[in-house]
């Protein structure tokens, strides 16, 4: 199995310009999460999801948009990057309150 | 919304040593307290968690220990090995809304050889 695969790996964006991130995980799990890690902050949730076709807000959201169309993707979007969107971006899923499944990430720069 | 403190930010020890690494969490509600080790240019992976029904959990070399009075988890690593030296971040559960992990701000451990 593959488990949570996220791409691209890398990018380079400018400021303004727009991207999406796409998650896609093969454990039929129901809940699946986008987090963003920066040098001394953690792990910080910016999206979840808790099932196809709902999305909901959480701690750093603002910038970002989601999306849940099937349940085996998630997708993360910038409308308009800014320099402060760069950052390591790590999907997740996993079953209702149980143990999380990270993909490898997505360095994302923008200058 | 759930806090997570991690301490300390950075653990060097000499291979066979002991490492601890201390988390306190601020909502009585949480119930799941998941580790996660991270290797450079990798995702976080699980490596042991627990629940709040349980005090102590062990899986080799490694051992989680709750105290949910002083809401204060551990995570200890005996014999620690070199391909120990990773991030190490603890969690814990939102009890709001669909309980998300809360992380911690890691702790870096390297272990000399």
């Known amino acids: 199995n593959a488990g949570v695969t996220q791409t691209p790996k890398f990018r380079v964006l400018k400021t303004g310009q727009s991207m999406t991130l796409l998650c896609a995980q093969d454990m039929n799990h129901e809940y699946m999460y986008w987090y963003r890690q920066d040098p001394g902050m953690g792990l910080r949730l910016i999206h979840y999801?808790?099932?196809?076709?709902?999305?909901a807000k959480g701690e750093v959201p603002d910038g970002y948009n989601v999306s849940r169309l099937k349940k085996q993707n998630f997708l993360l979007g910038l409308e308009s990057a800014a320099p402060s969107q760069t950052s390591v971006y790590f999907c997740?899923?996993?079953?209702?309150?149980?143990?999380?499944?990270f993909g490898s990430g997505t360095r994302l720069t923008v200058v | 919304g759930e806090n997570v403190e991690q301490h300390p930010s950075t653990l060097s020890v000499q291979e066979g040593d002991s490492a601890v690494i201390k988390c306190t969490y601020s909502?009585?509600?949480?119930?799941?307290f998941p580790w996660y080790k991270q290797e450079l240019g990798k995702g976080p992976q699980l490596i042991i968690d627990i629940r709040s029904n349980v005090g102590e959990k062990k899986d080799q070399r490694i051992a989680v220990t709750l105290n949910k009075t002083a809401k204060h988890f551990s995570l200890h690593i005996t014999e620690t090995q070199p391909e120990d030296s990773a991030v190490y971040f603890c969690a814990a559960t939102d009890p709001t809304g669909y309980s998300t992990l809360t992380f911690g701000k890691g702790t870096m451990l390297l272990v000399s050889p």
């Open positions: 997740a899923s996993s079953y209702r309150q149980g143990s999380y499944t």
């Open positions: 909502d009585s509600a949480s119930n799941y």
């Open positions: 999801s808790v099932g196809e076709g709902t999305t």
